[in-house]
């Protein structure tokens, strides 16, 4: 193994994943990067060869790997997922919206769409600090801003919302930054719920407010995250990067997907300081596993995201190119798109515009 050699950790997923991540992977070994692959095991596999559904093998490549290469996971996967996102603190989820020709978008204008949605990708109500909400009156919880006392509300659930200060700073700087390299309207948007919210979003739109000062080059606007969806919908094209906290990402970023024409279209790549991991926006597709219908664009995009990461400019550029014929010509779509080819017929013409 060259010194250069880049490592890469491979989990294809549960469901539907599996029929587009084993292909991709198959079309980046047929690049000829200098790339090693590993692929350990976890979920029910682990559990059955090890006894554990997230061993100390997977753990480890994770973190002896540059950069993971992931299938979406269901049920007893998830250990690893959330290992990649809180273990290795990828903070920001950056999600692409870009249209290109061929792309089946419901909109009449779709040319020139090309955002990128900054999902902050650890804090907010992800957490997972739930529980009942009788836990959280016995504290004596009191605050200034509440609209009503936690001891009337009865028996029910309460999730915790947290937005730090450090946490919001590090994925607005990181969106900044994007804005920067993209090099397209060089504009950042924050958005959020800071009328309501005015504490916790008050914070991240302040924060914004702070950080877009030092960057005079890029032009800065807000947006509360109802009045984004909308502008969102009736006029993509005046976006270029925007950043959000975590929820609103979540739900923003599928929405985003719908403009350019669904799931299918949608790559994504969560970012630490040290460290990224790389998957489609879209989850398992339960409902169509086993069918070999599932659409590889959103996984072949993401492998592009991935070796952008590992600096194989080159190939990411010849890999992203391939994909953009294919939906020139209309070569092989699959039927999210209006075609009637299956995965592999895809891919298959992927793996043919490389070799043109
Ligand atoms: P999660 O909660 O993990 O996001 P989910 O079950 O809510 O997962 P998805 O798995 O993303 O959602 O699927 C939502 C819908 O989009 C399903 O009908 C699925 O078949 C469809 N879909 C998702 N990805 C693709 C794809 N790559 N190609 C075609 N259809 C897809």
């Known amino acids: 193994m060259a010194a250069t050699t880049k490592q890469v950790t491979v989990f294809n997923g549960d469901d539907a994943s599996p029929e587009v991540m084993v292909p991709v992977v198959d079309i980046l070994k047929s690049m000829d990067l200098d790339i090693e692959f590993s692929y350990p095991l976890i979920g029910t596999a682990a559990m059955a060869a090890s006894g554990a559904f997230f061993p100390a093998e997977a753990k480890a490549a994770i973190d002896n790997a540059d950069a993971t290469f992931f299938g979406s996971t269901s049920g007893d996967s998830t250990a690893a997922l959330f290992y990649l996102r809180w273990g290795k603190q990828t903070f920001a989820n950056v999600r692409p919206c870009k249209w290109m020709p061929g792309f089946n978008s419901p909109m009449a204008s779709p040319q020139g ?8 990708n650890l804090e907010d109500l992800y957490l997972g600090l739930e529980g009942d909400i009788d836990d959280l009156a016995a504290l004596n919880f009191f605050s200034p801003h509440a609209r009503a ?19 919001s ?14 090099n397209g309207q060089r504009k950042v948007t924050v958005t959020c719920k800071y009328n309501m919210l005015n504490v916790s979003d008050g914070l991240f739109l302040e924060i914004g407010q702070s950080i877009a000062k030092e960057y005079s080059d890029i032009a800065f606007e807000h947006f509360i995250v109802d009045d984004f969806l909308c502008r969102m919908i009736s006029n993509p094209h005046d976006l270029d990067v925007v950043v959000m906290p975590n929820l609103y990402g979540d739900i923003m970023s599928d929405g985003s997907a719908g403009l350019i024409g669904g799931l299918g279209l949608a790559p994504s ?38 070796l952008e990461y590992l600096g194989f400019a080159d190939g990411a550029a010849r890999l992203g190119g391939a994909v953009k014929e294919v939906y020139a010509q209309g070569l092989a779509l699959t039927k999210d798109q209006g075609g009637n080819s299956s995965t592999t017929e895809f891919c298959q013409a992927v793996g043919d515009q490389l070799k043109a």
């Open 149 to 167: 006392n936690i001891g009337d509300l009865g028996p029910g659930k309460y999730a915790i919302k947290a937005i730090t200060e450090a946490g």
């Open 269 to 306: 790549g969560c970012y630490g300081a040290d460290y990224a991991y790389f998957e489609s926006a879209h989850g398992t597709a339960p409902d169509i596993a086993g069918k070999n219908i599932i659409n590889p664009t959103a996984t072949l995009l993401s492998a592009v995201m991935l």
């Open 113 to 120: 769409i090309d955002f990128a949605i900054v999902r902050e």
């Open 169 to 182: 700073e590090r994925v607005i700087r990181h969106a900044f930054e994007l804005a920067r390299q993209r």
